[in-house]
T-cell receptor
Framework: GENVEQHPSTLSVQEGDSAVIKCTYSDSASNYFPWYKQELGKRPQLIIDIRSNVGEKKDQRIAVTLNKTAKHFSLHITETQPEDSAVYFCAALPFNFNKFYFGSGTKLNVKP | EAQVTQNPRYLITVTGKKLTVTCSQNMNHEYMSWYRQDPGLGLRQIYYSMNVEVTDKGDVPEGYKVSRKEKRNFPLILESPSPNQTSLYFC???????????????FGPGTRLTVT
């Protein structure tokens, strides 16, 4: 099955700086890669996703890049704000759409 | 309001006492799933269902059962809970019908289970 690894496990940045979280996956058949944000005590919520036929996707301060050859994808947050502080999870979904495989999470702390 | 609901939100129980955590969605989604979340391990899939009467194991199915008799409901059953099932549980649903984004998962609010 698929294996998703996520790094770093914790990330501390100064407000206004950029943050990058990286994930690697093992199954070349995976074709959908979502990123979820989970605030303390809350449910995970989708913030951005990318499909395997796209190399990059951007939504305001958030972007995701995908390198299919190297089998890794990254979340980029620019101009970080304290409200970006949360745990971020990456995930991969094989093309036959059954199991979602999640990374272990990155705790992002944005210092004011 | 489109939502996924879970009940109960908090549960403390004892080893061996059967329990059921309910999950319901009002979005007519085909796909439903259960996850457990433990520190440092992220979200691990327990069971999923592609549609009514169609269920399959995720990565950590041992000790759990599910059923999908109706499209909107997907209960998680612990026949004989043990302390290692103490965790935060999330139900999620996703549409897979043609014409909609088939992949976004909508999560319920979570159920914090403690087994003593």
């Amino acid at each position: 099955g698929e294996n998703v690894e996520q790094h770093p496990s914790t990330l501390s940045v100064q407000e206004g700086d950029s943050a990058v979280i990286k994930c690697t996956y093992s199954d070349s058949a995976s074709n959908y890669f979502p990123w979820y944000k989970q605030e303390l005590g809350k449910r995970p919520q989708l913030i951005i996703d990318i499909r395997s036929n796209v190399g990059e996707k951007k939504d305001q301060r958030i972007a995701v890049t995908l390198n299919k050859t190297a089998k890794h994808f990254s979340l980029h947050i620019t101009e970080t704000q304290p409200e970006d502080s949360a745990v971020y999870f990456c995930a991969a979904l094989p093309f036959n759409f059954n199991k979602f495989y999640f990374g272990s999470g990155t705790k992002l702390n944005v210092k004011p | 309001e489109a939502q996924v609901t879970q009940n109960p939100r908090y549960l403390i129980t004892v080893t061996g006492k059967k329990l059921t955590v309910t999950c319901s969605q009002n979005m007519n989604h085909e796909y439903m799933s259960w996850y457990r979340q433990d520190p440092g391990l992220g979200l691990r899939q327990i069971y999923y269902s592609m549609n009514v009467e169609v269920t399959d194991k995720g990565d950590v199915p041992e000790g759990y059962k599910v059923s999908r008799k109706e499209k909107r409901n997907f209960p998680l059953i612990l026949e004989s809970p043990s302390p290692n099932q103490t965790s935060l549980y999330f139900c999620a649903s996703s549409p897979i019908s043609e014409g909609t984004d088939p992949y976004e998962q909508y999560f319920g609010p979570g159920t914090r289970l403690t087994v003593t």
